[in-house]
């Protein structure tokens, strides 16, 4: 019961909350919905049940909570909880549709990490991108914000085909079952038409190169929105399916590669854009698609572990500062770090502190958590390659430099003219900071605690010490130079991927498109008329023919049978003696008719 228990309490209450939509109330029992997933989750990780019934065709929906969805199970509801604790702070959250879509949000996530068959993962794979469109635009009267949420959805669903294709490579090649578990078994082309239909969905889904655009735009949704969606939702989903199918990847040969140096290479471009954003959310969801590139990195590389651990790493700090920003924004009115939020700690120096916490694990400044994270990724990626650990030591002094940049920015003294004095924080919203900020510094301790988390190999010593090093060079190197960044437009602009996706993809598509709609108007859409034109034409043409001939038969008919009648109208005299002389007549020849039979025999 306990995995029905699970998925149906954030689902089934989302959807009363969505159907409902109580004016008063939503808070309070969306909050209680959270802590009860929580509750249960806990409970899941501890008892690990399997649950696996009857879909169609034979086809099962299985699910089950292992040493590796254990840890999501609890991270999910975990985050979820802490957003909307602080969401409550905000009048223009307090509603049922947000608490609705949050809670549904969050359970499609734990039926993504706890199915073990691919059915029910493409069901709630498709929930979880249709709730996040809803949420990306969640103020209605935001066109921005729609189109945000709109090409988020569009973006990610036209990589989602690859996890349908992968779907139907996995019926064909497997006793069909479609387990996850099958694909590292499958047979030849099949392998590859899975695996390569699953790193498209994945890539997308995480927001990696060459997807990354869409993360951009999303910022448009609330803060504790983006808090769940970076953290431990949507954008960690794709690194997740990558790390539970890290053996298929070896298995295709081909994929771990490619897997592991996209990640490599997203962690370092997109580190390199966080660097000059001057948008405090912009720099975060920069950010955030460079460490989840170490997820992608650890996955590719048979870090299973490692990239775990920085997964859970990773959740705890980005939802620190993506909540802190949030309040700082409701509080200021200002995302700009050169702007309305220089100085924002120092007037805020509880969530100020958390923030900073937060920003130096980020930076993997030991002995904070990312150090260590990062550094059982780089393990990882050692063993398979040293240029991908080179990279990955590059990657990792950028993300020093844009979490130090931050901090220097927040910190610096504000504005004397043009700024209000401070405002008061909600105190629950205060308080789930500092407890995150807490969990964002000591995650790196599980590396000691779970089995799952126990990264295999260990980063050595030595390892360590130069990632430190580099860290805290980054940091200071960013705190002497913050304000004196390069900021190159195709940098600030993101690599300027979403205009060269419109150009490259966008663009070819509604060509092809108006090219088929053309040739459907001018040919096919032709086809039916001009086949109608020539059987009326045929029709006249056989009409007069057929009629006349038709007419002469019948004529032909009627006049035969006219004459006959006229021919037997003729004895009918009335005249009795007529009669029985036409009868004589008759029997006579019939008596001669059986005289000449008898005289032939």
């Given at each position: ?217 999303a910022m448009r949704g609330p803060s504790p929105v983006s808090a769940l969606l970076h953290s431990a939702t949507m ?247 913050a304000d004196r960044m390069p900021d190159p437009a195709a940098l600030e602009g993101w690599l300027r991927l979403e ?51 038709l007419d002469r038969a019948v004529g032909g008919v009627t006049g035969g049978a006219q004459a006959l009648g006229r ?35």
């Open positions: 019961m306990l995995i029905p228990l699970l998925l149906g309490l954030p689902l089934f209450s989302g959807t009363m909350l969505l159907l409902g939509r109580p004016a008063r109330g939503a808070v309070v029992a969306g909050t209680l919905a959270a802590a009860g997933t929580l509750g249960v989750a806990v409970a899941a990780a501890v008892e690990r049940p399997v649950d696996r019934v009857p879909l169609l065709a034979g086809i099962p929906a299985g699910f089950a909570v292992d040493g590796l969805s254990g840890v999501l199970v609890i991270l999910v509801p975990a985050v979820l909880l802490a957003s909307l604790l602080v969401s409550a702070a905000e009048p223009d959250l307090r509603t049922g549709r947000f608490h609705a879509l949050m809670l549904i949000f969050a359970g499609a996530m734990l039926a993504t990490v706890t199915s073990t068959t691919l059915p029910p993962l493409l069901m709630a794979w498709e929930v979880m991108g249709a709730t996040s469109w809803a949420l990306i635009s969640y103020q209605l009267d935001d066109p921005r914000a729609a189109r945000a949420g709109t090409v988020a959805f569009l973006t990610t669903r036209t990589a989602d085909l690859g996890l349908y294709v992968a779907g139907g490579a996995v019926l064909a090649g497997s006793a069909g079952t479609m387990a996850l578990a099958d694909v590292a078994t499958l047979d030849g082309g099949w392998l590859h038409v899975a695996i390569g239909g699953i790193v498209l969905a994945t890539l997308g889904k995480s927001a990696q190169l060459p997807f990354s655009f869409w993360l951009s735009g954008v960690a989903a794709g690194g997740y399916l990558l790390l539970r199918l890290a053996p298929a990847l070896d298995a295709a040969g081909w994929a771990a590669p490619l897997v592991a140096w996209v990640g490599v290479a997203t962690a370092l471009l997109m580190g390199l854009v966080a660097v000059v954003q001057d948008d405090l959310k912009q720099l975060l969801a920069a950010s955030t698609c460079a460490q989840i590139g170490f997820i992608v990195l650890a996955a590719g590389t048979a870090g299973t572990q490692a990239g775990l651990l920085h997964m859970v790493a990773h959740a705890a700090a980005k939802s620190v500062l993506f909540l802190v920003a949030g309040l700082w924004l409701a509080a200021l009115g200002s995302r700009s770090l050169s702007g309305g939020l220089r100085g924002a700690a120092r007037r805020h120096p509880i969530v100020g502190t958390a923030f900073t916490a937060a920003a130096l694990s980020l930076a993997g400044l030991a002995p904070l958590s990312l150090w260590v994270s990062k550094d059982a990724v780089l393990a990882a990626a050692a063993t398979t390659s040293s240029g991908l650990y080179v990279a990955g030591l590059v990657a990792a002094l950028v993300a020093a430099l844009y979490s130090g940049r931050a901090l220097w920015h927040v910190w610096q003294p504000a504005p004397t003219t043009g700024t209000a004095g401070p405002t008061r924080l909600a105190r629950s919203a205060t308080a789930v900071n500092v407890v995150l900020a807490v969990a964002a510094m000591g995650a790196g301790l599980l590396a000691l605690g779970p089995e799952p988390l126990r990264p295999q190999p260990p980063p050595h010593a030595g390892e360590l010490v130069v990632s430190a090093a580099l860290a805290l060079a980054g940091v200071l190197l960013a705190w002497r130079y205009p060269a996706a419109r150009r490259w993809v966008a663009r070819p598509v509604l060509r092809l498109a108006a090219l088929l709609a053309r040739f459907d108007e001018r040919g096919l859409a032709r086809v039916p008329e001009r086949t109608g034109r020539a059987a009326l034409a045929l029709a006249r043409r056989t009409d007069g023919v057929g009629e006349r001939a021919a037997a109208r003729r004895p009918q005299t009335g005249r009795l003696h007529q009669y029985y002389a036409q009868a004589s007549v008759v029997f006579a020849l019939l008596g001669a008719l059986a005289v000449l039979l008898i005289a032939v025999r």
